[in-house]
């Protein structure tokens, strides 16, 4: 059974190449370290936010399980911490978990700059977006490569209600927090 269902959705992304993002572009993050590390993205669609949410108040990065979070070195998204979250979607159902009260994409990564590097597919164009402005990319010809880098270049003052969810990294109103594994209230770490 297994291999029947692993043969059916390799022939499925065999026949329909522009569904499959691993097979368009490799994805990189600059680790903390300094050097580069390639991403596997079995994703269909990638956001990168530098904004706790987006789309109306929508949050792809959720709020990490604090074990999870330890392990992978991840933190609570900042609007100024200088840390660019990476989220992964499967497909357009998987986007809806969005709309569950604690639904979320797949985490990816937290990097201060990332890089596509976007290669040539069956369709000639691939769609973007920046700030709630989409395009159409076009792709390489041949064995081109367009690279797409993504980086922290500053920061502006933002507006913003009390009710707001954006926190900020040098407030020490906003520690950074995780929920107590045993009893789900907030300790400092």
Request: aromatic share 6%; charged share 25%.
């Amino acid at each position: 059974m297994d291999a029947q269902v692993s043969y059916a959705f390799h022939s499925k992304r065999e026949l329909h190449p522009e569904k499959n993002i691993a097979k368009l572009a490799k994805v990189r993050i600059l680790r903390r370290n300094g050097l580069w590390e390639y991403l596997h993205i079995p994703q269909r669609s990638i956001v990168c936010l530098n904004l706790p949410s987006f789309s109306g108040g929508l949050n792809p990065w959720g709020t990490p399980d604090p074990k999870k979070s330890r392990e992978r070195d991840l933190t609570p998204p900042f609007v100024d911490d200088g840390l660019i979250e990476i989220v992964g979607f499967r497909d357009a159902w998987h986007g809806l978990i969005l709309l569950a009260p604690k639904g979320h994409g797949t985490r990816l990564a937290q990097t201060s700059r990332v890089q596509f590097e976007v290669r040539k597919g069956a369709r000639d164009h691939t769609y973007m977006r920046i700030d709630g402005e989409p395009w159409k990319q076009p792709l390489p010809v041949d064995h081109d490569i367009v690279i797409v880098d993504i980086s922290h270049c500053g920061q502006v003052k933002m507006l913003a209600t009390h009710l707001s969810h954006c926190e900020s990294a040098s407030d020490p109103s906003s520690p950074i927090t995780y929920p107590d594994e045993d009893d789900h209230e907030k300790q400092q770490i």
